[in-house]
């Protein structure tokens, strides 16, 4: 059984950093894409980054140059490193592979306060 668990979250001050660890288990997805969304409050789910199964990344226009996604297939872990936060890059933070359609984690609350 697929299982995706994340980790990293917590509460952070405006301008901090955190790194968000997604880690694999039941099948290697070394060449599938992986990616992060969020979901705040009241708000849809929405893409964060995504990286493919070489390397390419993609990242939602707020998140491109503060945010940083890799993968380390040898772990079948994909991580988020995200600096210079906001107070609405608040939400929880989901785990994916394959796109809306494929894999989820149960997502980590990452809360940035002002």
């Known amino acids: 059984q697929v299982q995706l668990v994340e980790s990293g979250g917590g509460l952070v001050q405006a301008g901090g950093s955190l790194r968000l660890s997604c880690a694999a288990s039941g099948r290697t997805f070394s060449m599938h894409d992986m990616g992060w969304f969020r979901q705040a409050p009241g708000k849809e789910r929405e893409f964060v980054a995504t990286i493919s199964w070489s390397g390419r990344s993609t990242y939602y226009a707020d998140s491109k140059g503060r945010f940083t996604i890799s993968r380390d297939n040898a772990k079948n872990t994909v991580y988020l490193q995200m600096n210079s936060l906001k107070p609405e890059d608040t939400a929880v933070y989901y785990c994916?592979?394959?796109?809306?359609?494929?894999?989820w984690g149960q997502g980590t609350q990452v809360t940035v306060s002002s």
């Open positions: 994916n592979v394959n796109g809306p359609s494929g894999y």
